[in-house]
């Protein structure tokens, strides 16, 4: 299995728990209670975020990924 190679920055900005997923062997998954943001990132090291949506005033998920990306650089605003 291929070392999580984000791991010091969600660990430097806090409150990401690493949740059990079926298919954690593709991908690790994080969540963020305060945020209630998902945080997935594929063993390649691309990563995708889903942040909540309101739709008729109700907050849900959206089936794509709010943000997306292949670098540290352009995960770290998002944590």
Same mark, same amino acid.
């Given at each position: 299995?291929?070392?999580?190679?984000?791991?010091?920055?969600?660990?430097?900005?806090?409150?990401?728990?690493?949740?059990?997923? &079926?298919?954690?062997?593709?991908?690790?998954?994080?969540?963020?209670?305060?945020?209630?943001?998902?945080?997935?990132?594929?063993?390649?090291?691309?990563?995708?975020?889903?942040? &909540?949506?309101?739709?008729?005033?109700?907050?849900?998920?959206?089936?794509?990924?709010?943000?997306?990306?292949?670098?540290?650089?352009?995960?770290? &605003?998002?944590?």
């Amino acid at each position: 299995m291929t070392a999580f190679i984000y791991s010091d920055a969600i660990g430097r900005s806090g409150d990401w728990t690493k949740q059990a997923h &079926p298919r954690m062997h593709k991908f690790d998954q994080y969540y963020h209670e305060g945020k209630n943001a998902y945080l997935s990132v594929m063993k390649d090291g691309s990563w995708e975020l889903f942040l &909540p949506v309101e739709v008729a005033g109700i907050e849900c998920f959206p089936s794509a990924p709010t943000h997306r990306g292949t670098t540290e650089q352009e995960l770290v &605003p998002y944590l």
